[in-house]
């Protein structure tokens, strides 16, 4: 049985045409019994302040469970829940590589996807499920990867959902290493009055124990 648990934080403040502080932290608790099954419990918020007032807010989290079935192929459950969304889904997915310098997946599924607003209330939508995953270690202390979503609405495929990760970690010491993250999500049909795109640029320091 393998355990990994990772916890990160960090700061950022701008100063001139801008004053904005923000606030960010993630973390992931993944329990692996190879070839068996595997749980990851994660989740991320971040605050800003922009001239003493708070701008933005933003928390997410998610559970899945997954077992393998045969050889590399495995059957994932997934919830995602955060302020404005719910989205119970589960699958098919395959190890193309498993190992410590090299790790690839891809899975597909379906699922339920609800939105909810103060001012609004969306209708149920059923989405298909569709991730990629891929970790390299290019040395012992130095390792990137990325981790991306696709989730299209199957009763209009123009309306769809992506979210992307990538990410450079470099241990400094045994239990501590510094990521650099880029996040992207990005929404097809956005409710009204919200943007396309939303991109993020964060660094910040990783505890792992």
């Known amino acids: 049985m393998i355990w990994e648990r990772r916890l990160s934080a960090g700061y950022e403040l701008s100063d001139g045409n801008t004053d904005a502080e923000r606030i960010f932290g993630d973390?992931?608790?993944?329990?692996?019994?190879?070839?068996?099954?595997?749980?990851?419990?994660?989740?991320?918020?971040?605050?800003?302040y922009s001239n003493d007032k708070k701008n933005t807010q933003r928390a997410d989290g998610s559970i899945r469970y997954a077992y393998t079935f045969w050889e590399k192929f495995y059957?994932?459950?997934?919830?995602?829940?955060?302020?404005?969304?719910?989205?119970?889904?589960?699958?098919?997915?395959?190890?193309?590589?498993?190992?410590?310098?090299l790790k690839l997946l891809a899975e597909t599924g379906a699922g339920w996807q609800f939105e909810f607003f103060e001012d609004e209330k969306?209708?149920?939508?059923?989405?298909?499920?569709?991730?990629?995953?891929?970790?390299?270690?290019?040395?012992?202390?130095?390792?990137?990867?990325?981790?991306?979503?696709?989730?299209?609405?199957?009763e209009d495929f123009g309306d769809y959902r992506f979210e992307?990760?990538?990410f450079l970690?470099?241990?400094?010491?045994?239990?501590?290493?510094?990521?650099?993250?880029?996040e992207d999500q990005y929404r097809s049909k956005p409710r009204q009055g919200a943007k396309r795109n939303d991109l993020?640029?964060?660094?910040?320091?990783?505890?792992?124990f």
């Open 169 to 182: 970690r470099a241990s400094v010491a045994e239990h501590v290493a510094l990521k650099i993250k880029l």
């Open 27 to 48: 973390f992931l608790i993944n329990r692996n019994r190879l070839r068996i099954d595997e749980w990851t419990l994660e989740g991320s918020a971040a605050q800003e």
């Open 200 to 208: 993020r640029l964060i660094s910040g320091l990783e505890l792992n």
């Open 75 to 101: 059957n994932f459950y997934r919830f995602e829940g955060i302020k404005a969304r719910l989205l119970p889904s589960t699958g098919v997915g395959y190890w193309f590589s498993d190992t410590e310098t």
């Open 164 to 166: 992307g990760e990538g």
């Open 122 to 154: 969306e209708d149920l939508e059923p989405v298909l499920h569709a991730r990629g995953f891929f970790t390299k270690k290019i040395t012992e202390n130095l390792e990137l990867g990325t981790d991306f979503y696709y989730f299209p609405v199957l």
